[in-house]
Every structure is written in C-alpha cells, then in structure tokens.
T-cell receptor, first 110, second 113 residues
Framework: DAKTTQPTSMDCAEGRAANLPCNHS???????VYWYRQIHSQGPQYIIH???NNETNEMASLIITEDRKSSTLILPHATLRDTAVYYC???????????FGPGTSLSVIP | DTGVSQDPRHKITKRGQNVTFRCDPI?????LYWYRQTLGQGPEFLTY????????KSRLLSDRFSAERPKGSFSTLEIQRTEQGDSAMYLC???????????FGPGTRLLVL
C-alpha cells in the first residue's frame, strides 16, 4: 500500500502557482519524500526530493512540515505543459522499492 | 540521447503468444527496475536488479514473467503465454547512487488481443 495520500485531482490557472499537497503521516526518520510527475503517455519524470529541509530546483519547490507528516510541491508559475499526474512517494535512503499511489491529476487551465 | 530507452514502444499480440521487451538504462546506472502500469493507476513495482543480480520480485510477477540483466547493462522482460490481463504499459527505470532517484524510460505499451 502507498504510504502517502494525495487529492485525486486539482485545477490551476496558467501562470499561477500550483500547490500540490501530500500527506505522509507514517513517514519514518530515514525516509525521503520524492515527487515525480507523469505527462500523458510518457514515463514518470523525477521532480524533486527532500528529507526535512525545504528544497528548490529549477522545476519546483518542496516544502516539508516540521513534523514531516506532510509536504507541498509548488510549481511557481504553472504552464499548460505542467498538466500531468503528480506522485508523492516516500523512499528510504538505501534501496527500497518505490510504491506509487494514484497521484494527483493536475490540470492547468488557460 | 543518454536517457533510458525501451524497445519496442508498442506491441500488439494475440493471447497465448510470448513477448519480450528490452530496456537500456543510463550507462553508469547500476540499478534497474521494471514496473507495470494500467490505465488510471500509478506504476506498480515488478522487479529490481542491482548490476546483474535480480534482488527482488513482486508477487505481481507470476511464473509467466521472467526478467534478466545478463551483463549488468540492458535488461529484458519476457511474458510467456500472454493473457488479456497483461495488457498494460511496462516501464523501465534506472538509478545510481545512495539516494534513489529513478529515471524512467518511455515505456512499452502492450495490448493482448
């Protein structure tokens, strides 16, 4: 079973920030939070990951709560090309098989 | 392109036939994963290799499924006596390093008639 829960779907206006929440209340101390996205008919694409500090890269920002029980992926200026299914997963530092849930289907609307 | 590649991209076969898919990971990646994805669902883990060793297999991987990675480079996934329920997207991913960041290929879409 997936260790995370996410809303099934979300809409975001083009140009606005998209904030995608994820609950991982059972996360343990050695588990990272990872985000992937999957654009229709393509393989999943790695976005960002973090342990307890907030992280930012060229694609997105990841905000992790202090208790690590939830996180938010932020796409600062959503474009139509950001329409995809976004998966939040937790992974241990060494190998652990990745369990994907159904993710959040984000629709960016013109 | 130095990403993960998969071949073929699409495969249509009749029930009962055998099919084989190939995955070429990113060259320096020592870990290789296979997933299956059906419509509306996230990818489901099938199996995992570290170099040439197959270290874990999911219960989803029935006896009709076999995967190999003979020289620790490319991998093949074979499905024998295909069934209509095998119709899905088969995804391959590779990774390297202490923290698991997997890079996925485009997938092979299988349709069993």
């Amino acid at each position: 079973d997936a260790k995370t829960t996410q809303p099934t779907s979300m809409d975001c206006a083009e140009g606005r920030a998209a904030n995608l929440p994820c609950n991982h209340s059972t996360i343990s101390g050695n588990e990272y939070v990872y985000w992937y996205r999957q654009i229709h008919s393509q393989g999943p694409q790695y976005i960002i990951h973090g342990l307890k500090n907030n992280e930012t890269n060229e694609m997105a920002s990841l905000i992790i709560t202090e208790d690590r029980k939830s996180s938010t992926l932020i796409l600062p200026h959503a474009t139509l090309r950001d329409t995809a299914v976004y998966y939040c997963i937790v992974v241990k530092t060494s190998y652990d098989k990745v369990i994907f849930g159904p993710g959040t289907s984000l629709s960016v609307i013109p | 392109d130095t990403g993960v590649s998969q071949d073929p991209r699409h495969k249509i076969t009749k029930r009962g036939q055998n099919v084989t898919f190939r995955c070429d990971p990113i060259s320096e990646h020592n870990r290789l994963y296979w997933y299956r994805q059906t419509l509306g669902q996230g990818p489901e883990f099938l199996t995992y290799f570290q170099n040439e060793a197959q270290l874990e297999k999911s219960r989803l991987l029935s006896d009709r499924f076999s995967a190999e990675r003979p020289k620790g480079s490319f991998s093949t996934l074979e499905i024998q006596r295909t069934e209509q329920g095998d119709s899905a997207m088969y995804l391959c991913a590779s990774s390297f390093g202490r923290v698991e960041t997997q890079y996925f290929g485009p997938g092979t879409r299988l349709l069993v008639l």
